[in-house]
């Protein structure tokens, strides 16, 4: 597995969590504290104004409240919450094992991959010391993959975004993965050119296969925890 090195995300105890050095914490939990400090909204310093508005309705909530919430759910909180916005973040945030099956459009997934293919260099992920094509599977704005091929002539869009970024259906930008990725951020290189299957082809082989043959997904599923990954990919 070559993941990007982080503090454990798997903290249960938000207690914990605070008592932690600022440049201890996981990176997810630092955004997050710094949200509820400073310029947060006065009516996060009452503990019933928070429990009561995120009772409302989404179309009833303070725009802010939305925003901060993006896709997370809201569970039942307990009167005696003492943060009623971190009991929401920490119950949608997944520990332990982790499964997941995630969706991408495969016309984009194979021009990332060709892109990768074609470039004259490639950037190195973590503990990567040999240069190769390769995709990035990446948790950080919503969840997606990328070409790692390094080409000058890349323009990034209005948002910063480069053009082989593709992310997985329903957690596009602006989302969190967290209730099925777990809280912390991450980078997974995934290598297009070395044989994955008993017959020899590589994913870059698959996937150009699968879209003559008329496909239009690639999926992929993962099992992981913080000491291993393992991935599998299909076609539909």
């Keep these: 597995m070559t993941t990007d090195?982080?503090?454990?995300?798997?903290?249960?105890?938000?207690e914990a969590l605070l008592a932690l050095d600022p440049g201890d914490r996981p990176r997810w939990?630092?955004?997050?504290?710094?949200?509820l400090t400073g310029d947060a909204p006065a009516a996060l310093g009452?503990?019933?104004?928070?429990?009561?508005?995120?009772?409302?309705?989404?179309?009833?909530?303070?725009?802010?409240?939305?925003?901060?919430?993006?896709?997370?759910?809201?569970?039942?909180?307990?009167?005696?919450s003492t943060d009623p916005l971190l009991d929401v973040v920490m119950a949608n945030t997944a520990y332990g094992q982790k499964n997941c099956t995630l969706v991408f459009p495969l016309a984009?997934?194979?021009?990332?991959?060709?892109?990768?293919?074609?470039?004259?260099?490639?950037?190195?992920?973590?503990?990567?010391?040999?240069?190769?094509?390769?995709l990035w599977?990446?948790?950080?704005?919503?969840?997606?993959?990328?070409?790692?091929?390094?080409?000058?002539?890349?323009?990034?869009?209005?948002?910063?975004?480069?053009?082989?970024?593709?992310?997985?259906?329903?957690?596009?930008p602006g989302t969190d993965a967290r209730s099925v990725l777990g809280?912390?951020?991450?980078?997974?290189?995934?290598?297009?050119?070395t044989p994955v299957f008993e017959d020899g082809t590589t994913l870059l082989g698959m996937l150009r296969e699968a879209a003559a043959d008329g496909a239009t997904r690639f999926v992929l599923k993962a099992t992981f925890d913080d000491t291993y990954m393992d991935l599998t990919y299909i076609t539909e």
């Design 5 to 14: 090195p982080i503090p454990s995300g798997h903290i249960k105890d938000v």
């Design 29 to 35: 939990f630092r955004d997050l504290t710094a949200e």
């Design 46 to 80: 009452d503990r019933a104004e928070t429990r009561r508005l995120l009772a409302l309705p989404a179309d009833q909530r303070p725009d802010w409240l939305n925003e901060f919430l993006g896709n997370m759910t809201v569970p039942p909180l307990p009167d005696t």
């Design 108 to 134: 984009k997934v194979l021009a990332a991959a060709e892109h990768a293919a074609a470039a004259d260099k490639h950037k190195l992920g973590y503990a990567e010391t040999e240069a190769a094509p390769r």
């Design 137 to 172: 599977w990446v948790k950080d704005d919503g969840t997606y993959l990328m070409s790692n091929g390094q080409d000058p002539t890349d323009t990034r869009d209005a948002d910063g975004r480069l053009p082989t970024v593709v992310h997985a259906d329903g957690w596009g």
């Design 183 to 193: 809280g912390d951020d991450f980078r997974e290189s995934i290598d297009l050119t």
